[in-house]
């Protein structure tokens, strides 16, 4: 075997039993004095792992110093090129992300393409077709919003008073109370009208602070609601003008659904 394998010696690797491992530790090494001995299994880091060596001289010290340096310097060395390697990969981690995120955008682009090209496809392929019952559905629900919208007690007029209502409200403020919501933190005293007297505590302040931007919040609600009504308003009015010009050709806006139940926390609260 060794002839083939062109070795000078084989030797099986195997652990020691316990029985070997006892019997080598009570018998020092030729030349090597028991304390020594002793000591040198005392000083031994891994006992399980590793044999004692015993340190004879400042020769013999000065060897596992310098053994000890290069094994802690190979060791740095080993973990300077993990650190690297590490840094590498995080630096492609960081690339493969901002091109995924590039690629995403790009996949979004061409959706929205093929969406649009779709669209046209459909339209000029039932360019010659009936109306489909669903269609028609869809025509009849338009219109009847439409009624609802443009009739006399719709929509669009109940819209109109409501903002002629605030505007109102908004103008009668006097300047006297728009002076003492201005100043809620800066005294603890506010007279409002010269037959009331108030005189409120910090928690009682806060309350009314909070009520107050409450109630600021709700009506600023209200005025961003009739904005928006307003502009569906106006779409919805162009639109049959537009359509009867435009031919076949179809232009649609999605209708902004905006609900007042959102500002009615505000509006419906009241100060304890």
């Known amino acids: 075997m060794q002839s083939q394998l062109c070795a000078c010696k084989l030797s099986a690797e195997v652990r020691p039993s316990s029985n070997q491992l006892t019997a ?6 030729a030349g090597i004095d028991k304390l020594i001995w002793q000591q040198a299994q005392a000083d031994n880091p891994h006992p399980d792992c590793t044999i004692p ?5 400042f020769a013999e ?5 310098q053994e000890q340096v290069a094994f802690s310097q190979q060791q740095s060395a080993i973990l300077k090129q993990i650190g690297e390697v590490v840094q590498q990969m995080k630096t492609g981690q ?9 690629l995403k955008r ?6 929205h393409r093929i969406l649009n090209v779709l669209r046209r496809q459909e339209v000029h392929r039932r360019a010659g077709f009936a109306i489909r019952v669903e269609e028609e559905s869809l025509r009849c629900g ?21 903002r002629a209502a605030l505007n109102a ?8 109370e728009k002076e003492n919501v201005a100043g809620l933190g800066a005294a603890d005293r506010v007279t409002a009208d010269p037959r009331y007297n108030w005189n409120l505590d910090a928690d009682a302040w806060a309350e009314l602070k909070e009520y107050l931007s409450q109630r600021q919040s709700g009506i600023r609600e209200i005025q961003h609601l009739i904005s ?4 569906t308003l106006k779409i919805m009015e162009d639109g049959p003008t537009s359509s009867a010009q435009s031919g076949n050709k179809l232009s649609a806006k999605p209708l902004s659904r905006a609900t007042p139940n959102k500002v009615s926390f505000a509006l419906n609260t009241r100060a304890r």
């Open 142 to 162: 338009l219109e009847r919003i439409w009624s609802e919208i443009t009739s006399p007690r719709g929509l669009r007029i109940r819209f109109q008073d409501s």
């Open 106 to 111: 790009k996949q979004i682009e061409i959706s």
């Open 94 to 102: 960081l690339a493969i992300s901002q091109k995924l995120t590039q």
């Open 169 to 176: 409200s908004t103008e009668s403020m006097s300047v006297t």
């Open 228 to 231: 928006e009504m307003s502009g």
């Open 53 to 57: 060596v015993p340190l004879v001289g």
């Open 24 to 29: 080598y530790f009570e018998n020092p090494p």
């Open 61 to 65: 010290l000065k060897r596992r110093k």
